[in-house]
Structure formats: structure tokens, C-alpha cells
């Protein structure tokens, strides 16, 4: 009889910690939104006495609270939103692992955790070279991380559409991080390319 390898993982195991720390990160990213209380320190809405002026928020006030935050958040929860579809499928592609799969794995929901926190950032401080290329070195770690498992599970020597698409953000995320770094009030907008991948894996796939 075969004794236990120890170091053999079902990687399906992983699955409902992942389901968690997924869906508590992608919540929390709306965590830094505006509150209702965060109107009042909106110029005109007391006067010195501290009457009221206005009891309603105007769209100028919504626009100017909401704006910038609600980007972020709209592009992170899709990015997070991706990256747990590749994930679900990279669980189902490889059910076993060995110990240091399973570390990396971890590293892997770790920068998922960090997310939330990256983006606040992000949201609060558009304009700093320094949060944007914060931001943008989590998404490359989140990218990197899934690349790189997506490359271990797909070690036949074959090509594979699901390892393009999942290196494709890796290659769109990095150069970025760059540009955040000079010129971070339009990183934004190169930041979607990535979701491309989904393009380049299926083209990927058709040739295979």
C-alpha cells in the first residue's frame, strides 16, 4: 500500500476560502465611498452659525464626491470579478498540487486582500504618482500571481489559450505601473486594456 504524500493538495480545497476572501475584498472596495454625513463638509451647506443651508445634496455635490472613487471602484470590482473566474477555472484545470502551489496560492488571495485597500488609496488620491504606482503594483502581483500558477498548471508543453490570456494583464499591468509613475491622472484608461485578455485567450483558443 502506497503511504500519504504529505505534500499532495486538493486544490479544491481552496475553493471556499477563495469564495470568501473574494467576495469580502470586492464589498470592502465600496467601503471608502462616500457616506451620507461626508455632504456636510461640502462648501455652502452651513453658514457660520452653523444653520442649515441646504438639506439636499445637488448634482455638483454627487458628481464632485463620487466621481473619481466610483471609477476605481468600477474598475477594480471587474478586475477582482476576472481574476476569480480565472481562478475557479484554474481550480477545476489543476485539482492537485504540491505545497508550494498551495503557497502560492495563498500569496495569490493575499493580493486579492490587499485590493480594497490599494484602491481606497487610489480613490482618495487619484493624482499621487506614488498611490497609482501602489495600485498598480497590486494588480501586477494579482496578474503576476495567476500567470504564473495558471503556467504550473498547464506544464504538458503544449499551448495553452488560458495561460495567453492570463499573461496578457501581466503585460499590460507592468508597463502601466510606468506610466503611473509620470503621468498618473491618465493611467486609468490604459489600466483597461487589460481586460483584453478575455479577447486574446478566446482568439488563442480558436487557433488551438
Known amino acids: 500500500m502506497t503511504e500519504p504524500n504529505p505534500d499532495h493538495f486538493e486544490m479544491r480545497r481552496?475553493?471556499?476560502?477563495?469564495?470568501?476572501?473574494f467576495g469580502v475584498a470586492m464589498t470592502l472596495l465600496a467601503y471608502d465611498l462616500p457616506k451620507a454625513g461626508e455632504f456636510k463638509s461640502l462648501p455652502g451647506w452651513t453658514n457660520p452659525a452653523g444653520e442649515l443651508i441646504k438639506s439636499l445634496p445637488d448634482w455638483t455635490?454627487?458628481?464632485?464626491?463620487?466621481?473619481?472613487?466610483?471609477?476605481?471602484?468600477?474598475?477594480?470590482?471587474?478586475?477582482?470579478g476576472l481574476f476569480w473566474f480565472s481562478h475557479h477555472r484554474r481550480l477545476v484545470w489543476?485539482?492537485?498540487g504540491g505545497?508550494?502551489?498551495?503557497?502560492?496560492?495563498?500569496f495569490f488571495l493575499l493580493s486579492i486582500i490587499l485590493l480594497p485597500v490599494t484602491?481606497?488609496?487610489?480613490g482618495s488620491y487619484p493624482l499621487s504618482s506614488a498611490v497609482a504606482v501602489l495600485y498598480g503594483l497590486d494588480l501586477t502581483a494579482i496578474a503576476g500571481?495567476?500567470?504564473v500558477l495558471w503556467w504550473l498548471a498547464t506544464r504538458d508543453g503544449k499551448p495553452h489559450p488560458e495561460l495567453w490570456g492570463a499573461a496578457f494583464p501581466v503585460m499590460v499591468f507592468l508597463p502601466c505601473t510606468g506610466v503611473a509613475l509620470y503621468a498618473p491622472q491618465y493611467v486609468t484608461y490604459?489600466?483597461?486594456?487589460?481586460?483584453?485578455?478575455?479577447?486574446?485567450?478566446?482568439?488563442?483558443?480558436?487557433?488551438a
Not at 61 to 80: K, Q, T, V
Not at 99 to 106: F, K, S, T
Not at 119 to 122: A, D, E, I, R, S
Open 14 to 21: 481552496l475553493e471556499s476560502l477563495s469564495n470568501t476572501i
Open 61 to 80: 455635490d454627487l458628481y464632485h464626491l463620487y466621481s473619481g472613487r466610483l471609477a476605481g471602484l468600477i474598475l477594480s470590482f471587474i478586475i477582482a
Open 94 to 96: 489543476h485539482p492537485h
Open 99 to 106: 505545497r508550494g502551489v498551495v503557497i502560492l496560492n495563498l
Open 119 to 122: 484602491n481606497g488609496l487610489y
Open 145 to 147: 500571481l495567476n500567470a
Open 190 to 207: 490604459f489600466w483597461f486594456i487589460a481586460f483584453g485578455g478575455l479577447l486574446v485567450r478566446r482568439l488563442a483558443d480558436r487557433r
